[in-house]
């Protein structure tokens, strides 16, 4: 489960990257809020993760 979800968030990032961080919607984005709160605070699910939420900060910045 773990392993992937890991490579879900990498999906998820690709998909972020190719459309912009513009384009995702915000339903998505409090989805991608609530599953950060889910995941060990120290596993590279949620470093990955924070990363994918950093890039759609930044959009919204």
């Given at each position: 489960?773990h392993?992937?979800?890991?490579?879900?968030?990498?999906?998820?990032?690709?998909?972020?990257?190719?459309?912009?961080?513009?384009h995702?919607?915000?339903?998505?984005v409090?989805?991608?809020?609530?599953?950060?709160s889910?995941?060990?605070?120290?596993?590279?699910?949620?470093?990955?993760?924070?990363?994918v939420?950093?890039?759609?900060?930044?959009?919204?910045a």
């Open positions: 489960m392993f992937n979800q890991y490579w879900a968030i990498h999906a998820v990032g690709a998909v972020v990257d190719a459309i912009g961080p513009g995702v919607d915000v339903a998505t409090r989805r991608l809020r609530r599953g950060f889910e995941v060990p605070e120290d596993s590279d699910r949620a470093r990955t993760l924070r990363g939420l950093a890039r759609l900060d930044h959009d919204a």
